[in-house]
């Protein structure tokens, strides 16, 4: 089992509402990665970070934002969800130099 | 800039039978490619890779992946399917050089019938 985790698995929150999901690891990875997914179907990536202090957007526009203040933590946030902002988001991890990233079980949002 | 396509949206074999699921990609300096699998309301779990040497790579779940390099495939495959393999298939590479993120395939799904 991979040592990243992600919480919460599950989130029902209302319009408005700001939100973060939280992801951590403890294998001391550079890299960190956040996905978007609709069930099913492909994997977008919206944030990555290489180091510490380090962000970028992804390939796929969100308007959530990320940091990343300690090494094992990249938390991801939404001033103010939407409907559209409902979707899986996949954390993932991985050491630069050609390793596999390891992901975390997603956490399911559901913007009501 | 990186991409990867998988040009099947599914793939249908029978139990037994081999299974082949494509993947291409393009990436400027050598490549690192992977093979993940993901079974309904699970994350991304890794299959194989392949960074250098053999091109022929060995992973979990009698799984095996051939890395051609001129025409830029990285196929997925298992001699004997078993209907425990239906699920999600992804690909992804990243590149050798700079500050590189993962980028995957649109995905295919694998269905085994009995």
């Known amino acids: 089992e991979a040592d990243i985790y992600q919480t919460p698995r599950y989130l029902v929150i209302g319009t408005g509402k700001k939100i973060t999901l939280e992801c951590s690891q403890t294998?001391?990875?550079?890299?960190m990665y956040w996905y978007q997914q609709d069930p099913g179907m492909e994997l977008h990536l919206i944030h990555y970070s290489y180091g510490v202090n380090s962000t970028e957007k992804g390939d796929l526009s969100s308007e959530s934002t990320v940091s990343r203040i300690r090494t094992e933590h990249f938390p991801l946030t939404l001033e103010s969800a939407r409907p559209s902002h409902t979707s899986q988001y996949l954390c993932?991890?991985?050491?630069?130099?050609?390793?596999?990233?390891?992901f975390g079980q997603g956490t399911r949002l559901t913007v009501v | 800039a990186q991409s990867v396509a998988q040009p099947e949206d599914q793939v249908n074999v029978a139990e037994g039978n081999p299974l082949t699921v494509k993947c291409t990609y393009s990436?400027?300096?050598?490549?690192?490619l992977f093979w993940y699998v993901q079974y309904p309301n699970r994350g991304l779990q890794f299959l194989l890779k392949?960074?250098?040497?053999?091109?022929l790579v060995k992973g979990s779940y009698g799984f095996e992946a051939e890395f051609n390099k001129s025409q830029t495939s990285f196929h997925l495959k298992k001699p004997s399917a078993l209907v425990s393999d239906s699920a999600l298939y992804f690909c992804?590479?990243?590149?050798?050089?700079?500050?590189?993120?993962?980028?995957f395939g649109s995905g295919t799904r694998l269905q085994v019938q009995p």
């Open positions: 392949y960074i250098t040497g053999d091109n």
């Open positions: 294998m001391g990875h550079d890299k």
């Open positions: 990436v400027s300096g050598n490549p690192y």
């Open positions: 992804a590479v990243t590149g050798d050089t700079g500050r590189r993120a993962l980028t």
């Open positions: 993932a991890s991985s050491v630069t130099g050609g390793t596999e990233a390891f």
